[in-house]
């Protein structure tokens, strides 16, 4: 019985957790292209109501969830953006990064170690994550130009990318002006954008539009547009300090841009929701959302990150629940 469960979950776990590891050829960008951009207009009630359609519909109690469980650890960008961030703090973020699950949990579930996807603090914790996390393979994002804000001078906001990327992010999350999308001037955001991600060099760069704070899903439509032709290699919505941060009708709204700009360009964009997702159910809803938006392509950490700071403990925690539960059930079986 026992084995014959983690049979089950282990299949599962290929099929979704194990895919081979790929990289996608950055995305160059493109001219601003605002006929493209003004065109783009967001059926807000047939986002809302498809969103309505997906959301608490997941569980995360049968066996092929814990799969999608440990595929979602693999996609988290561990975070920590606190004013009381301190470097044990940071420390001990790096080392749960790098075990993020109890090897009795992944050995009963036939898994392999994993490790998150990267680990996201503010430029002042660059260096200290980069020396925690040697020898691990997993990358340093950095949340620079004047996070979350985005609002000192833009030759600071350029030198503190420039400042992150020497002292080791290969990841820089950028804030757009969220002022100049309020008032519609697609120019200067593209204008930024592009400035940002000539200071990145070769850093990937996660344009946040904190979505919470652009009004309509118009704009944010746009915005993940015009960052994507600047040369955006993610849009994420969110800072995670906006009263809303990700939700799942911004996330159908930005998705779709991602898949238009696709079709035009041939580049893949990846997309972060950040913000307020800590339930395994929610990180599950997202991905089955993604696999039917986008495809499986989009469920590769090159492609797909969660931001998120408390979202590792749920998923751990219902991890443990399937294990603990299977052992329970076999129990049942052999003394039934
Ligand atoms: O980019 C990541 C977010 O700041 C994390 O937000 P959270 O603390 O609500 O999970």
Redesign the pocket.
């Known amino acids: 019985m026992e084995n014959q469960a983690k049979t089950t979950v282990k299949t599962a776990a290929v099929a979704t957790a194990q895919l081979p590891q790929v990289h996608e050829p950055r995305n160059p960008g493109m001219d601003l292209d605002l006929d493209w951009v003004l065109s783009v207009h967001a059926n807000t009630s047939a986002i809302e109501r498809r969103a309505a359609s997906i959301s608490g519909r997941r569980s995360v109690k049968k066996d092929y969830q814990a799969a999608w469980m440990l595929k979602a650890i693999t996609l988290i960008?561990l975070?920590t953006?606190s004013g009381d961030d301190t470097w044990g703090r940071v420390r001990r973020l790096c080392a749960k990064a790098a075990h993020p699950v109890r090897a009795d949990i992944l050995d009963a579930l036939g898994m392999p170690p994993i490790t998150t996807g990267a680990v996201?603090v503010y430029h002042d914790m660059v260096e200290t994550a980069v020396d925690a996390l040697k020898g691990t393979g997993i990358p340093v994002a950095a949340?620079s130009t004047g996070f979350p804000a985005g609002l000192s001078p833009l030759h600071l906001r350029l030198e503190e990318i420039r400042e992150s990327v020497k002292a080791g992010a290969k990841e820089i999350?950028i804030v757009i002006s969220r002022r100049h999308a309020l008032t519609g001037n697609w120019q200067a955001i593209y204008d930024e954008m592009r400035a940002m991600r000539e200071a990145c060099g070769d850093a990937h760069v996660k344009a946040i539009l904190a979505t919470g704070e652009l009004g309509t899903l118009r704009n944010v439509a746009r915005a993940s547009l015009v960052c994507m032709m600047a040369g955006a290699d993610f849009i994420?919505t969110?800072?995670?300090?906006e009263p809303v941060?990700a939700t799942l009708p911004v996330t159908l709204v930005m998705i779709r841009a991602i898949r238009a700009y696709h079709a035009r360009t041939g580049y893949r964009v990846g997309y972060k929701p950040?913000?307020?997702?800590?339930k395994a159910k929610d990180a599950v809803t997202y991905l089955a959302l993604i696999k039917d938006e986008l495809g499986d392509r989009w469920l590769e950490p090159d492609l797909f990150r969660f931001?998120?700071?408390?979202?590792l403990g749920d998923l751990e925690r219902q991890l443990e629940h399937h294990v603990t539960g299977r052992y329970s059930a076999a129990h049942r079986h052999a003394i039934g």
């Open positions: 960008d975070t953006l996201c949340v999350d994420k969110s800072t995670g300090k941060n950040a913000g307020g997702i800590s931001g998120a700071s408390s979202l």
